[in-house]
């Protein structure tokens, strides 16, 4: 299907089966997680989606990974948006969670979002090993070994004596942001017990050209398209992708990883077209 509907479906399946595991509660937490979780492009739960779809899955049979997936990227921004974090005011367009709420509901709403996501996988309907795998696989991706020890490196580069080496920011970004999309992209297959060997590589190639795009906006993007501001790194003295490849190189860069990442699907044929127009889209955002 187009991507635009792709991304639709995958925003609407996540938030319904989300709203479906907190049928029964009530207050603000769950007012605060329904908000941080809603606005974002839904693009880690399509990858979910149409990975389990390549596979013979349906959203039926895939929505709570793809809604386990969104919960762990919302909770990893209500936490990076705190003052004690990037003391960001803006997110998806909207009040961050601490500023529409506090900070203390948003350390809580990142907690609840985080323990939400692992509850979804052990209700993934795949046979034991499977969703002993996926569960495995994502708290590594989530924590030290991924999103967390990459933010910690992250943080640590702020106040080194000298700025980080090309090499060490990728190794850095494989973490902190592409962990989480080679989940997303690995889990399809997952599910159906297939290999996951040619997704892991186009989620690994996306997921770097998702961070370096990321640099690139940070120069030369839009707010008001991007929903949250931009200028941030040249202002701290970050070094990134663009500080050192240059602006020109770094969208060569990406552009590379976004071909590399189609040529990985070259065994689904036509039936992972969403997924190589997801590529493109990575190297297209906030334009």
């Known amino acids: 299907m187009p991507l635009v509907h792709a991304l639709a479906e995958a925003q609407n399946t996540a938030e319904a089966r989300l709203r479906q595991a907190l049928k029964g509660t009530t207050g603000t937490i769950r007012e605060a997680m329904l908000y941080a979780v809603k606005g974002g492009k839904g693009l880690r739960a399509m990858l979910v989606l149409e990975g389990a779809r390549l596979h013979g899955l349906a959203p039926t049979a895939s929505g709570s990974a793809a809604a386990a ?100 920011i990728t190794d850095l970004q494989a973490g902190k942001t592409g962990a989480l999309i080679e989940w997303a992209a690995t889990a399809g297959p997952v599910m159906a017990g297939a290999d996951p060997a040619p997704l892991r590589t186009y989620g690994q190639r996306l997921g770097l050209a998702f961070q370096i795009w990321d640099d690139v906006l940070d120069v030369e993007g839009d707010a008001a398209a991007l929903g949250k501001a931009v200028g941030k790194d040249a202002g701290r003295g970050k070094a990134t992708f663009v500080s050192h490849l240059g602006l020109d190189g770094a969208k060569r860069r990406a552009e590379t990883l976004v071909t590399e990442a189609c040529d990985a699907l070259s065994a689904h044929g036509d039936g992972a077209k969403t997924l190589r127009e997801a590529a493109r889209f990575v190297i297209a955002r906030g334009h």
């Open 69 to 168: 997936i969104e919960c762990i990227h919302a909770y990893s921004l209500v936490h990076d948006d705190l003052p004690c974090m990037d003391d960001d005011d803006l997110r998806r367009g909207r009040p961050t969670v601490h500023k529409a709420w506090d900070e203390a509901i948003a350390v809580l709403v990142g907690d609840a979002l985080h323990s939400l996501a692992f509850e979804l996988v052990v209700d993934i309907r795949v046979p034991d090993a499977a969703r002993l795998d996926l569960s495995r696989s994502l708290a590594r991706a989530a924590g030290l070994r991924g999103m967390v020890g990459g933010q910690a490196l992250d943080i640590a580069a702020e106040t080194a004596p000298e700025p980080l080496s090309l090499e060490q």
